[in-house]
């Protein structure tokens, strides 16, 4: 069985004391393998990514990263420890060039080491590397995506977490940025992903867990549940309780 390296243990977190998300949530990323988080709109799915970050802290329960609790822990300190996080939407500097926007992600490296750190990321992305000198708003839509990706690759993450990768994408673009994701995986990244294009995202992951009111409602390969007539029930909300969430994984 492939090793936990992300653990939530009957979580409770929210954006406010009268304004709950996670309720009680137990689930699990395995190393070297993108886990899809899909749900109805308010089920929590973004909120474990941003509990698992730092930026929200848990009012219960545990967070743990290679079986050690980070509970509470800041966001710098959990990118010092591999997790980096690519939030929904755009996230860059715009009026920045792209090489700048590289070297502020790269800002806690050791400045001997970050250009070839750079230039790492830029073999990965030969279209970024062309527009080094260009400012990030000029970047199409997923140039942009791309070189937020390459910015969070910068620390060389064993888990990156990104929210909404396809969001604004053509479905050319989509298809690039899912390979690139099965890719870091194969290469041993642990992509935990949010992704409301659900079927194309399904057929690049490895799990699926489904998420409703905060709890997790379905764990299932992700194959399994791409060929499940009841998907866009699952993912639009309503009862998942007939099939067996608690299965062995």
């Given at each position: 069985?492939?090793?936990?390296?992300?653990?939530?243990?009957?979580?409770?977190?929210?954006?406010?004391?009268?304004?709950?998300?996670?309720?009680?949530?137990?689930?699990?990323?395995?190393?070297?393998?993108?886990?899809?988080?899909?749900?109805?709109?308010?089920?929590?799915?973004?909120?474990?990514?941003?509990?698992?970050?730092?930026?929200?802290?848990?009012?219960?329960?545990?967070?743990?990263?290679?079986?050690?609790?980070?509970?509470?822990?800041?966001?710098?300190?959990?990118?010092?420890?591999?997790?980096?996080?690519?939030?929904?939407?755009?996230?860059?500097?715009?009026?920045?060039?792209?090489?700048?926007?590289?070297e502020l992600g790269g800002i806690?490296?050791?400045?001997?080491?970050?250009?070839?750190?750079?230039?790492?990321?830029?073999?990965?992305?030969?279209?970024?590397?062309?527009?080094?000198?260009?400012?990030?708003?000029?970047?199409?839509?997923?140039?942009?995506?791309?070189?937020?990706?390459?910015?969070?690759?910068?620390?060389?993450?064993?888990?990156?977490?990104?929210?909404?990768?396809?969001?604004?994408?053509?479905?050319?673009?989509?298809?690039?940025?899912?390979?690139?994701?099965?890719?870091?995986?194969?290469?041993?990244?642990?992509?935990?992903?949010?992704?409301?294009?659900?079927?194309?995202?399904?057929?690049?992951?490895?799990?699926?867990?489904?998420?409703?009111?905060?709890?997790?409602?379905?764990?299932?390969?992700?194959?399994?549940?791409?060929?499940?007539?009841?998907?866009?029930?699952?993912?639009?909300?309503?009862?998942?309780?007939?099939?067996?969430?608690?299965?062995?994984?």
């Amino acid at each position: 069985m492939t090793d936990r390296i992300i653990e939530f243990e009957r979580v409770v977190a929210g954006y406010s004391p009268s304004l709950t998300i996670l309720n009680e949530t137990t689930l699990d990323a395995r190393r070297g393998e993108i886990t899809l988080l899909i749900g109805p709109n308010g089920a929590g799915k973004s909120t474990v990514l941003k509990t698992l970050f730092g930026i929200l802290v848990p009012r219960d329960g545990e967070v743990r990263f290679e079986g050690r609790r980070i509970n509470g822990r800041a966001p710098r300190d959990l990118l010092a420890e591999g997790i980096a996080f690519v939030p929904q939407g755009r996230n860059l500097f715009p009026s920045l060039s792209v090489l700048h926007n590289l070297e502020l992600g790269g800002i806690t490296l050791p400045r001997a080491e970050l250009p070839a750190r750079i230039e790492e990321v830029l073999q990965r992305f030969p279209r970024i590397r062309q527009r080094t000198q260009n400012q990030a708003s000029t970047l199409s839509g997923g140039e942009q995506k791309q070189l937020e990706v390459g910015r969070a690759l910068l620390l060389r993450p064993r888990v990156l977490l990104i929210d909404e990768p396809s969001i604004g994408l053509s479905p050319r673009l989509v298809h690039d940025v899912m390979t690139l994701l099965r890719g870091l995986a194969d290469a041993g990244t642990t992509v935990l992903m949010v992704e409301q294009n659900v079927r194309t995202a399904l057929k690049y992951a490895d799990r699926a867990l489904v998420l409703e009111m905060g709890r997790l409602a379905l764990d299932r390969p992700a194959a399994e549940l791409l060929g499940d007539p009841d998907l866009n029930r699952l993912f639009l909300g309503g009862k998942a309780a007939r099939v067996d969430a608690g299965r062995p994984p």
